[in-house]
């Protein structure tokens, strides 16, 4: 799953893959690798998409 979101350490909008340690998901999750995000990525964060 792709999250994308503001990030209070980083300071700017982030996009995590997140993965759930337990299958079905349950509340505990693997983040897999985050970047800054893209503009579009920030577009949608920001219109609530």
């Known amino acids: 799953m792709k999250v994308t979101g503001y990030s209070e350490m980083a300071g700017f909008v982030v996009t ?25 990525e920030i577009r949608a964060y920001e219109e609530g998409g």
């Open 16 to 40: 995590v893959v997140v993965a759930p340690k337990h299958h079905p998901p349950q509340v505990e999750w693997w983040g897999a690798t985050a970047w800054a995000a893209k503009a579009s």
